[in-house]
């Protein structure tokens, strides 16, 4: 494996980084010169030399290969989780080391976690930091630099390949060099939408861009301390909803439906599952709050409801309640949302409802073929036949994940959590949702957990966004041949 | 000739000299930064200390006025030396506290400072009153007795003030000491982060010049010796194209062309 090669392009990912550093504190000069404009122009300077100094001696390479290429990804996405700290260090305030790190693997994630106690405190230069990190790591910290960066010819395929997660390759009916551009071109559609209609629905420009960033890379970074309940708007909500709705999508089916082809968001099955799925646990936790006399009045119900469990299904985190006073039966269903989340090829983390979809139709068919023994049963979605290989890799991940939350809450309850705290924590974290419930409920933050469990919490992020096996395969590189 | 074109002019020079640069520059950034910022703490400390010093000076002022008034009055009131000299020391001392007291005034706002100046001010007419004889002494009410019953209980007050006074007057310096501790936190992290950076940088360039010029070299020096000495033909694999490929293209010619 040439490490020379590897670092070259992981250069090519911090300078793309280090522009949005950059960015951010032209929002900071703007701002009157704020206190975070000098932390991020310098952040930027450390970037861009860290990532443009390999560039000086490396040439581009020709050929790479899938392990260079699978390390250029994942040593890309923790290269700039620990980039991302340095505004966040120089500037001071509460991030001491453990927090800037946990702050920006939470961005980087699009876990939306964070460990602040007053966000309204930080500076706009340092907001719109924290929301660029989301909105570059919702679609992939590669991916945007595939895109930005000079042709790659073959290496954009190879590196793209590794980017994306298998199950969520389905429905690109596209050479995959188009993939990159069509993830873009949604992404930043539908983040250009979104900012216009939060404006019209009356917040001022900067929290509309920074929430459509945030929605739209379903992170749920807000520049309020208590969420979308600052502004108490039904017409924010419902832009709210639909973006993130529509940013739970695989991108690929939304750009078909926009091209008007066949395989379009009204044809998928995926899609009807998950929005159905998303309907009916809205009016079943809307009929038990209202039963349960937590909100006055069925609409208020369905009102939170309906916000709260398309913001975990989509893994956003966004919030207008405090979902710790609700009842079991919503928090049960809130945390079932939030192990499952939405679809593959989106910018959602969590097990993709994809593979739920697909487990079901698999037990569906053990239970055919006990019946029928001779029969040849074959699993599909959206019409296409499901070869065994990725069965088989449905059926791995969803035990993985399963261990991974179980693992993550024997962690966290070692260490001093509650075990609501501890359990919803560790899905939230895994499945890079966010809020869970206890002490990380909608209406908190991490910011009392000890260094241990947010780092704890951090590793349980990188591993859910890298669908787990990406981040362990790390560790082995070595035998690989 | 073409073969032997350098496909980047000055490949090797040029990537050394922008490498060292690179550094240069890093160091000189986070210096300058770490500059800006040890020059805002040095500021703040300065002004800190001067508003304290400031303080304390006013308190020591109010102090010494107020016991050379109360000297001064012991003097007349209680061992009856009335004199010139002591009249014009209480004077003097009632003059001091009053400007003392206005200073504190505009300097710091707060409830202690105002209930300062209200009891210096009750203390000081008291003290005028005794002074121009408006107190009707007798022989029930003396001004011993004036002394111990109504002089001596205020100027405690206003000396219980005075101290209330300059621990107001510290505890408001508090937010100046926070900013202070938190720009002496930025002048510190920028220069500690910029190290760290610079150690990568440095790794770096050690990494690229083994990869690039180190090992190229040393293949090119194995290789030339196995064909001087076991004949085994020459070859060296180059990682760039710059002029090592070129010098390894010329030792190639030149063998090629011995008998």
């Given amino acids: 494996m040439r490490l020379h090669v590897v670092i070259r392009y992981i250069g090519m990912v911090l300078l793309f980084i280090a522009a ?12 009157g010169r704020d206190s975070a404009y000098y932390p991020l122009l310098l952040s930027s300077f450390l970037t861009a030399l860290l990532g443009g100094f390999p560039l000086i001696f490396v040439e581009r390479a020709e050929q790479i290969k899938i392990k260079e290429g699978y390390c250029i990804v994942v040593g890309s996405w923790l290269v700039a989780c620990i980039v991302g700290m340095f505004p966040y260090l120089i500037w001071g305030g509460e991030f001491t080391p453990v927090n800037a790190w946990f702050e920006s693997v939470s961005g980087f994630t699009t876990t939306g976690a964070s460990i602040l106690n007053d966000v309204e405190d930080l500076p706009r230069g340092l907001q719109f930091w924290r929301m660029s990190t989301a909105w570059i790591g919702g679609v992939g910290v590669v991916m945007f630099a595939l895109v930005i960066l000079p042709s790659l010819g073959k290496n954009k395929l190879m590196l793209s390949n590794v980017e994306l997660s298998t199950i969520a390759k389905d429905n690109y009916q596209y050479r995959t060099q188009v993939i990159v551009r069509i993830l873009i071109i949604v992404y930043v559609g539908l983040t250009l939408v ?185 699993t599909k979605i959206d019409g296409t036949v499901q070869d065994d290989a990725v069965l088989d890799s449905v059926v791995i ?85 | 000739m073409s073969r032997f074109k350098l496909l980047t002019i000055g490949g090797i020079r040029k990537r050394m000299f922008v490498g060292f640069v690179s550094i240069v520059l890093l160091l000189f950034f986070s210096g300058m930064v770490s500059l800006f910022e040890l020059g805002r703490v040095s500021n703040d400390t300065e002004e800190i200390l001067l508003a304290s010093k400031s303080n304390v000076e006013l308190a020591g002022e109010m102090i010494s006025a107020l016991n050379e008034q109360n000297d001064a009055v012991i003097c007349l009131a209680v061992i009856g030396e009335d004199s010139l000299t002591y009249r014009d020391v209480c004077k003097n001392a009632i003059a001091r506290l009053s ?100 150690i990568v940088v440095v790794i770096m360039f050690y990494y690229f010049l083994s990869v690039y010029y180190i090992r190229p070299v040393l293949r090119m020096n194995k290789s030339l010796g196995d064909f001087l000495t076991f004949k085994v033909p020459f070859d060296a694999t180059m990682t760039c194209r710059d002029e090592l490929s070129e010098l390894k293209e010329r030792i190639k010619s030149l063998i090629s062309r011995l008998p």
């Fill in chain 1, 397 to 481: 991940f969803v035990v993985a994940y399963i261990m991974l939350i179980l693992v993550g809450t024997v962690v966290n309850t070692m260490f001093g959590a509650d075990l609501i705290t501890g359990f919803s924590a560790s899905i939230a974290c895994a499945g890079n949702v966010g809020p869970g419930f206890g002490d990380v409920g909608s209406m908190n933050n991490y910011a009392a957990f000890p260094a241990i469990l947010k780092l704890n919490g951090s590793l349980l992020m990188l591993l859910g966004r890298l669908e787990i096996f990406g981040f362990i395969q790390l560790f082995f590189i070595r035998y690989w041949r």
């Fill in chain 2, 99 to 198: 400007d003392a007291v206005s200073l504190a005034d505009a300097k710091v706002d707060g409830a202690a400072v105002d209930s300062l100046a209200v009891h210096a001010g009750v203390l000081n007419s008291m003290v005028m009153d005794y002074l121009d004889g408006k107190l009707p002494f007798d022989e029930q009410f003396t001004s011993r007795d004036w002394y111990v019953d109504s002089y001596k209980d205020e100027y405690v007050d206003v000396a219980s003030h005075i101290t209330r006074y300059m621990t107001g007057a510290q505890s408001t310096l508090g937010p100046d000491v926070n900013r202070l501790s938190r720009t002496a936190y930025r002048a510190v992290t920028p220069v500690f982060i910029s190290l760290v950076v610079m």
């Fill in chain 1, 194 to 378: 979104t900012t216009l209609l939060l404006k019209i629905s009356g917040m001022c420009w900067f929290d509309a861009v920074t929430h459509a960033m945030s929605a739209c890379s379903t992170c749920g970074f807000s520049t309020k301390n208590t969420s979308i309940a600052f502004y108490d708007s039904a017409a924010i909500e419902t832009v709210l909803v639909v973006a993130m709705t529509l940013a739970g999508i695989h991108f690929g089916i939304l750009y078909a439906t926009v091209l008007g082809r066949r395989n379009n968001i009204f044809r998928s099955e995926v899609v009807r599952v998950y929005v159905g799925m998303m309907a009916v646990i809205a009016l079943v936790v809307a009929m038990s709050l209202w039963g349960q006399d937590v909100y006055p009045s069925f609409v208020d119900s369905l009102r939170r409801s309906l916000f709260h469990v398309v913001s975990i299904t989509t893994t956003s985190g966004f919030a207008i309640a405090d979902t710790n006073t609700w009842t079991s039966l919503a928090v049960v269903l809130l945390l079932f949302c939030s192990v499952v989340c939405a679809c593959a090829g989106s910018t959602a983390g969590g097990m993709k409802i994809n593979r739920l979809l697909l487990s079901g139709k698999m037990i569906r068919n053990r239970l055919k073929l006990q019946q029928h023994p001779n029969a040849v049963i074959r």
């Fill in chain 1, 20 to 31: 949005f550093m950059l960015m951010s504190a032209v929002v900071s000069l703007v701002n």
